[in-house]
């Protein structure tokens, strides 16, 4: 049987491991999803003067002293990515890569997705269409897909997709090639749309059009809508209260996907009230309280 857990958190950021830190001080049973190298983008900024307490501070610095809190609290980062999060009663199941998880209460901090979805995308999702090569790949065994990968992570799953699948055709979106297998066709276009009858069976680029078997879509992260069906979303963002909760009881969100400004200070903001919120509810419910 899986393990319940309090609280699950999906995302790594500042968000994340904020509200991470406040659910480990007061004593919960926590798993953090995302990416333990922390945030890229945050290593790449030459010098932050905005975050209190840190002024003049590299994002590098920024990043190893958000390592060595979490080390010091021994919060730990499992890096699998949820493709889907379903309320189950009192719970919520989190599917991974091949695995599955159990929370009383999730709070997702995944950042906000900068690249659009493709045409048609969402409405082909689990049918020919997918975001988990991990999960889906043995599906495909000695046939033809189209991976279109966003991110570098993409080049990994695009390799291990090519030791099933017969044919495999890369997009890549901003994404270099170089260490993808000398089997895999690299395709340089635009992606448009999916196209397809009872499931996804053409990509159709600016140039051209694919024709297979089915598309792995490989971003950092899966779209908040997507995630979760039924979630409310208002202008691109995650609709959330003042509490952090979504439209889902038990279910919060913090940080870049509930809007801007996409800023550290904020985010930590709303994890720190996103963990603070849902050990809230915990406690209640353990003494019984609505």
Not at 182 to 195: A, C, T
Not at 206 to 213: G, I, R
């Amino acid at each position: 049987m899986n393990e319940l857990y309090d609280i699950a958190i999906i995302g790594s950021g500042v968000a994340g491991l904020q509200a991470a830190i406040n659910a480990t001080i007061r004593k919960k049973n926590i798993i953090v999803f995302g990416n333990k190298n922390l945030s890229t983008k945050l290593v790449k900024a030459h010098r932050i003067d905005n975050y209190l307490g840190f002024y003049g501070k590299s994002g590098s610095e920024i990043a190893q002293a958000f390592q060595e809190h979490i080390q010091a609290m021994n919060i730990e980062i499992t890096e699998e990515k949820i493709t889907a999060v379903y309320p189950n009663g009192d719970s919520f199941m989190l599917a991974g890569a091949g695995n599955m998880y159990e929370a009383r209460k999730v709070i997702l901090a995944s950042g906000v997705e900068l690249t659009r979805s493709i045409e048609n995308e969402a409405d082909f999702l689990g049918m020919g269409v997918s975001y988990c090569a991990t999960c889906d790949a043995p599906l495909y065994k000695g046939r033809s897909v189209v991976v279109v990968g966003y991110s570098e992570e993409s080049i990994h799953e695009a390799n291990y997709i090519a030791e099933i699948a017969e044919h495999v055709d890369f997009v890549p979106v901003n994404v270099k090639t170089d260490d993808l297998k000398s089997s895999i066709n690299v395709v340089k276009d635009v992606p448009l749309r999916i196209e397809g009858e009872q499931s996804a069976t053409r990509l159709v680029l600016k140039n051209q059009t694919l024709n297979t078997d089915g598309i792995f879509v490989l971003r950092d992260s899966v779209e908040p809508s997507q995630l979760v069906n039924g979630l409310e979303i208002e202008d691109g963002h995650i609709k959330v209260n003042r509490q952090m909760e979504t439209n889902f009881h038990g279910l919060f969100a913090a940080g870049d996907c509930t809007g801007k400004p996409y800023q550290y200070m904020k985010a930590a903001g709303e994890g720190h009230v996103a963990g603070l919120s849902a050990v809230d509810q915990i406690d209640k419910e353990n003494a019984g309280i609505q």
